[in-house]
T-cell receptor, first 109, second 116 residues
Framework: RKEVEQDPGPFNVPEGATVAFNCTYS??????FFWYRQDCRKEPKLLMS???SGNEDGRFTAQLNRASQYISLLIRDSKLSDSATYLC??????????FGSGTKLNVKP | DTEVTQTPKHLVMGMTNKKSLKCEQH?????MYWYKQKAKKPPELMFV???????INESVPSRFSPECPNSSLLNLHLHALQPEDSALYLC???????????????FGSGTRLTVV
């Protein structure tokens, strides 16, 4: 079983829509969680950490459900510039991070 | 702009060549990483250095040889590569230990390697 699993998409949504991605992880002892964004042919960039109480950064909301072992990312009022691949990242052992396969988002005019 | 600098940005090499990828960061991070990413796949961990010592080698073939000369620099020496080694090679850095857990990685922009 993979450490981290994501729906690869693509999710095709119109501008202004709300879209949510989930990611499941297999290790109940996982310590920390992140969402990264990767544009085509670019490096991954940290979008936000995910905290147990849930956290928000502008139009983006991240949530963690430890009981069900999943994290989620909600994007409100989607912009064309949100089009990218969103990578779920789970940290089990300090310096060792596990990446999901990524979820591709296409925001269309 | 990224705070982790990788050179070169693009590299084409023959299967008998020897080349090196370089990575530099000045954020005071004491953990540095090499990842390999193929098209439409997530990054795959290759090596982790912690306080300039190799702490994780993910069973990478010996034709890839990492080196950490000091806390700011990380090299990846390449020799006798195969065409299937063509990929984007990403360097990353983080605070060490609990800091990595709290703050995640910062990636460089990568070296796009083509082996011919």
């Amino acid at each position: 079983r993979k450490e981290v699993e994501q729906d690869p998409g693509p999710f095709n949504v119109p501008e202004g829509a709300t879209v949510a991605f989930n990611c499941t992880y297999s290790n109940s002892a996982s310590q920390s969680f992140f969402w990264y964004r990767q544009d085509c042919r670019k490096e991954p960039k940290l979008l936000m950490s995910v905290y147990s109480s849930g956290n928000e950064d502008g139009r983006f909301t991240a949530q963690l459900n430890r009981a069900s072992q999943y994290i989620s990312l909600l994007i409100r009022d989607s912009k064309l510039s949100d089009s990218a691949t969103y990578l779920c990242v789970v940290n089990n052992n300090f310096n060792k991070f596990y990446f999901g396969s990524g979820t591709k988002l296409n925001v269309k005019p | 702009d990224t705070e982790v600098t990788q050179t070169p940005k693009h590299l084409v090499m023959g299967m008998t060549n020897k080349k090196s990828l370089k990575c530099e960061q000045h954020m005071g991070h004491r953990a540095m990483y090499w990842y390999k990413q193929k098209a439409k796949k997530p990054p795959e961990l290759m090596f982790v250095y912690s306080y300039e010592k190799l702490s994780i080698n993910e069973s990478v073939p010996s034709r890839f040889s990492p080196e950490c000369p000091n806390s700011s620099l990380l090299n990846l020496h390449l020799h006798a590569l195969q065409p299937e080694d063509s990929a984007l090679y990403l360097c990353a850095s983080s605070q060490e230990g609990l800091g990595a857990s709290n703050y995640g990685y910062t990636f460089g922009s990568g070296t796009r390697l083509t082996v011919v």
